[in-house]
Antibody, heavy 119, light 108 residues
């Protein structure tokens, strides 16, 4: 069974940094394109970016609001996806989800991890 | 960036009725890579439809997706009490992948 489990969320001060992780299982992680999506309280989902599989170059793409502040990376030996967040703002407060698309089955999401940016 | 506009913003219907939700894209969605999600309070979004018309695993057949290009529709043929929630469309044909603003389906 495909599973995505996020961890590492918590409280961080404005201007601070945080790295969250996503442990993947139940599929060939190294073959998968992976994405991060967040959802702020009372708002709709917002796609943050993706990282290609390494065999395809491993490139990453980002949404404009986080480009230059957030970095997506992966460790295929650990089946783990990361999101490094710098220069955090109060508006970055959200539940952060790790997602992947499978040609059969569509989109899979983790349960999310809450990041709160506050003084 | 493709902007997705969902309509209506709120839809008030009764159990047993048919629901039709619209998602319009500002430009054509590549390969009709359009998904629909349902979200209930304090839960993660749940995938209903991908590829515009393919039902996700375990989704009842009263949910169906249709459309192509810039106009897509989610239809719930006969509403059950558990169907009332917020629905989002998402395009993943071109980066940045984008979501619509949502349609709230409420009990009349």
């Amino acid at each position: 069974e495909l599973q995505l489990v996020e961890s590492g969320g918590g409280l961080v001060k404005p201007g601070g940094s945080l790295r969250i992780s996503c442990a993947a299982s139940g599929f060939t992680f190294s073959d998968a394109w992976m994405s991060w999506v967040r959802q702020a309280p009372g708002k709709g989902p917002e796609w943050l970016g993706l990282i290609a599989r390494k065999i395809g170059g491993g490139a990453s793409k980002y949404a404009a609001p986080v480009e230059g502040r957030f970095t997506i990376s992966r460790d295929d030996s650990k089946n783990t996806l990361y999101l490094e967040m710098n220069s955090l703002k109060t508006e970055d407060t959200a539940v952060y989800y790790c997602t992947t698309y499978r040609p059969v089955g569509g989109w899979y999401w983790g349960q999310g991890t809450l990041v709160t940016v506050s003084t | 960036e493709i902007v997705l506009t969902q309509s209506p913003g709120t839809l008030s219907l009764s159990p047993g009725e048919r629901a039709t939700l619209s998602c319009r894209a500002s430009q054509s969605v590549t390969n009709n890579y359009l998904a629909w999600f349902q979200q209930k309070p304090d839960q993660a979004p749940r995938l209903l439809i991908y590829g515009a018309s393919s039902r996700a695993t375990g989704i009842p057949d009263r949910f169906s997706g249709s459309g192509s290009g810039t106009d897509f529709t989610l239809t719930i043929s006969r509403l059950e009490p558990e169907d009332f929630a917020v629905f989002y469309c998402q395009q993943y044909g071109s980066s940045p992948y984008t979501f619509g603003q949502g349609t709230k389906l409420e009990i009349k």
